[in-house]
């Protein structure tokens, strides 16, 4: 049983209103629908999350858009070499580093670091295309053999990181591992290209110091309570 707050009227529990003085009548138990707008929206939003497809159309446009451009300027006002080439490839290449992390997700790692290998080769090879000719053993001689050690050496590191366990420990030793391989392969090309005898120098400092890490890595992964403390330690 109610009553109307103005003036006391016994009233029926489907009355809006009194119908003595007409005073709305409000139960606070059931809510009423709010009229008008108030200062906050009456429901929970969220921003739409960006779609992988998204981002590979807005990726190929702008770079679809860039290399367009720089080609349309050096075909009708700089006219002097084809500069814009180099812009289209260097495009292309982004593009290629780009579309399996958001273009096309399936691509199998290996052939995606092929890939980009393959990409940055090509970008030399056009970089030596548009130089004279006489620079062109540079690419021969060091530029391509100095991508493919660093393509060979990424798919052995992704191919240990994926078939054997891994962990910031052994992620560190085949890290260290590689670095004096590329070092001393590094050190080897130039003086094959400047005509010096070889001999490693600089990469053997290199080569020492990481064999060093090596040990202590290998020494640390073999026993359990050192690997557990380290982990400890460094919060991994």
Known sequence: MSYC????????????E????????????????????G??????????????????????????????????????VFKGSLWSFLVIGICLCLFFF???????????????????????GLYLYLITFLTTTATARWFW????????????LIEIFTFLAHKLPFSVLTGSLYFFIEVPVLCVALELLIKRFCHVPYRITWSAVVLTVCVIIDITLITIIAKKRLRNEVRRRLHF
């Open 39 to 76: 200062p906050y929206p009456s429901s929970k939003g969220q921003v739409e999350v960006v779609k992988r497809k998204d981002l590979g159309i807005l990726l190929s446009i702008v770079l679809s858009a860039t290399s367009i451009t720089c080609f349309l300027l050096n075909l009708f």
């Open 5 to 16: 707050v103005n003036c006391g009227v016994e009233l029926e529990a489907s009355l809006k």
């Open 18 to 37: 009194c119908p003595l003085c007409n005073t709305p009548v409000i139960n606070p138990k059931q809510p009423h629908p709010v009229t008008g707008s």
């Open 141 to 152: 001689q060091l530029g391509l053999p100095i991508v493919v050690t660093v393509t060979v």
């Open 98 to 120: 780009a579309f399996p992390a958001v273009i096309y997700t399936k691509t199998p790692v290996y052939v995606a670091l092929l890939a980009d290998g393959v990409a940055v």
